[in-house]
Nanobody, 116 residues
Framework: QVQLVESGGGLVQPGGSLRLSCAAS????????MGWYRQAPGKQRELVAAFTNSGSTNYADSVKGRFTISGDNAKNTVYLQMNSLKPEDTAVYYCNLETLTKFHYWGQGTQVTVSS
């Protein structure tokens, strides 16, 4: 069993920045990958950014150049640095972990609201 706890969401003005954190209750060293997804009201959950255990990263086209995913194995934590935020980035952001057996764990979600 893995628990994922997200933090760092909030209200920010357009053009601002936020950093989301996702702390895992176990080592993130031996996993397939971790990532961030988001779900806006009335829309499906979508991938925002993810990395695999091979070191590759994947970003949604809408966030490329603005968002950066990173990890700290020593702290079992994954981060999502979000810059140049836009109103369309408003959503609940979820942390995801995929185990080596391809089981997925999800965090409880953290709200990000971009508004003036």
């Amino acid at each position: 069993q893995v628990q994922l706890v997200e933090s760092g969401g909030g209200l920010v003005q357009p053009g601002g920045s936020l950093r989301l954190s996702c702390a895992a209750s176990r080592s993130i060293f031996s996993i397939n990958g971790m990532g961030w997804y988001r779900q806006a009201p009335g829309k499906q959950r979508e991938l925002v950014a993810a990395f695999t255990n091979s070191g590759s990263t994947n970003y949604a086209d809408s966030v490329k150049g603005r968002f950066t995913i990173s990890g700290d194995n020593a702290k079992n934590t994954v981060y999502l640095q979000m810059n140049s935020l836009k109103p369309e980035d408003t959503a609940v952001y979820y942390c995801n972990l995929e185990t080596l057996t391809k089981f997925h764990y999800w965090g409880q979600g953290t709200q990000v609201t971009v508004s003036s």
